[in-house]
């Protein structure tokens, strides 16, 4: 998942990063933007995403929250992460190509 550190992502600290998407004919400022739980070289999960022209950034508050839930999530084993896939409870989200 090495694209998701780039010149567009901005990394929160406490293993949250929030990324850049370039939205078709508008580019990325005027795109989206997403909330990642990271781990390099690990685990990188997809927690929440939203367009910049509905919400400029997330507060204060939400990134201490994701910095809370970043600490508990990337401490999931494989086995945890696939236990919370078979129930429903995670969606896998598989490269394709």
Do not use: H, W
Not at 33 to 51: C, E, H, M, Q
Not at 66 to 88: N, P
Request: some cysteine; proline content about 2%; glycine content about 12%.
């Amino acid at each position: 998942m090495g694209y998701l550190f780039n010149p567009t992502a901005c990394d929160l600290g406490g293993g949250v990063i929030k990324q850049r998407i370039a939205r078709a004919g508008a580019g990325r400022s005027k795109g989206y933007r997403s909330i990642v739980l990271y781990r390099k070289g690990d685990k990188a999960f997809f927690v929440y995403g939203f367009p910049k022209n509905e919400l400029d950034n997330i507060q204060g508050d939400e990134e201490a929250l994701f910095k809370k839930v970043a600490k508990s999530v990337l401490a999931l084993s494989d086995e945890q992460i696939c236990l919370l896939v078979e129930t429903g409870q995670f969606e896998a989200v598989i490269k394709d190509g």
